[in-house]
């Protein structure tokens, strides 16, 4: 029998490039919430009641930066995976601190490929 789906809870303010990959991992098998924005992401983590696997969230977001989320939704979720994306990786991931190796990291525009191997390599152990 097939374990639960991995879920992932994709925060961007960008409302195409979030539609497309909440489409690439739900078509992938994935179980996937969305949020516009840092404060909406923790609200739906916490109305959520299973697991929560993975965050994907850009770093630059409204109210609170990707990092502040990921932060936030540690501390709700304890173990959660995190992958973050930026469309300006060169400035945005210097400026907030998430360099590589220390996090994963998806430049945008991102390929389906792309995606679905940066999220399968930081899924913890069993979450696959």
Known sequence: MNAAAPVVLVVDDDEAARRIAVEI?????????????????????????????????????????????????????????????????????????VLAPSYPFLPKPFGVHELLAIVRAALPAGAE
């Open 25 to 97: 991992l739900r078509r992938s098998g994935f179980s996937v919430l969305q949020a516009a924005a840092g404060t909406e992401a923790i609200s739906v983590s916490w109305q959520h009641d299973g697991p929560l696997d993975l965050l994907l969230t850009d770093i630059v977001l409204p109210g609170m930066n990707g990092v502040q989320l990921a932060s936030r939704i540690a501390d709700q979720r304890p173990g959660v995976a995190v992958v973050f994306m930026s469309g300006r990786p060169e400035v945005d991931a210097v400026r907030y601190g």
